[in-house]
């Protein structure tokens, strides 16, 4: 980790966002929930695109889901670093991050019955 305070500069920029989309792409290679969390999400924003109903409350959904199973993904690894044996507080930790994925899925999901749901039924009834 470098802190030497210097203004930010565009190189150090890009390296920045090179490492954090390799962290992107490792989590996708390996988290089958963040695939499918990706995937139901461009599903999502095409049938918001095609219903012609707002973008930004599901593109705000994905990106909290998505940037939670990040997070959770994160968590799990630190624990494991740091506790590879059972221990109580390791288990608190990733139950309680995977109940923030579960609760932000949730959240994702009622959003998506509310903004896609009547247009879909009126198209599907109409
Ligand atoms: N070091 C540990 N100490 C205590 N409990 C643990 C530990 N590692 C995992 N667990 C618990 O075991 C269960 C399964 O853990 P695991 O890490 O396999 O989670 P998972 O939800 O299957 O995640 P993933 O499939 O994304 O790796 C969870 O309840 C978790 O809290």
């Known amino acids: 980790m470098r802190s030497d305070g210097s203004a930010l500069s565009p190189s150090r920029w890009w390296r920045s966002a090179g490492f954090a989309w390799a962290g992107v792409r490792h989590v996708y290679r390996t988290q089958a929930n963040f695939r499918i969390e990706v995937w139901a999400g461009v599903l999502a924003l095409g049938l918001a695109l095609g219903l012609g109903v707002p973008l930004s409350p599901i593109l705000l959904a994905c990106g909290l889901v998505l940037s939670v199973e990040l997070l959770n993904t994160a968590l799990e690894a630190v624990v494991d670093l740091a506790s590879p044996e059972w221990h109580p507080l390791a288990k608190v930790a990733k139950d309680a991050a995977a109940g923030a994925v579960l609760v932000a ?22």
């Open 105 to 126: 899925s949730l959240g994702a999901l009622g959003v998506g019955l509310a903004v896609l749901g009547p247009p879909l039924l009126r198209l599907l009834t109409g």
